[in-house]
């Protein structure tokens, strides 16, 4: 697993990159990515987005 917080281009490929939330798409070495982070009941959820108008879009009531 690829440290979620490394620097962007930092040994991302494709079979380690998360996928957006909202479109699917792979997320590996995109200045465009994006991420939401929550805490709930102590566990932490990270959601992944490929720019801002997919994150804009996403309906987090839909997890």
Known sequence: MVDP????NEDVDDADAPTCATCGA????ESTH????SVEDGA????HF???DCRDSWDADGL
């Open 34 to 37: 994006r991420v939401t982070t």
């Open 26 to 29: 792979t997320v590996a070495m």
């Open 50 to 52: 490929c720019d801002d």
């Open 5 to 8: 917080t490394s620097d962007l």
């Open 44 to 47: 932490v959820e990270t959601v």
